[in-house]
């Protein structure tokens, strides 16, 4: 893999890893049972995501 690749990789683990904490983050303050569930779900979206970036290294 290129230094190119790597550094994309590096930065989309990174941009993963914020989005996620963000989603889990909100997901903590949101009243709504429905919304706080969908919330979660794409908190677990960007960690499985993450994953996928991190198995291709």
């Known amino acids: 893999m290129s230094e190119k690749e790597l550094l994309y990789l590096e930065d989309a683990l990174q941009h993963e890893q914020f989005l996620r904490t963000q989603c889990t983050d909100c997901a903590a303050k949101l009243q ?20 996928t970036l991190y198995n291709t290294l």
């Open 32 to 51: 709504d049972p429905e919304l706080k569930n969908f919330v979660s779900g794409m908190a677990q979206t960007h960690t499985e995501i993450f994953k």
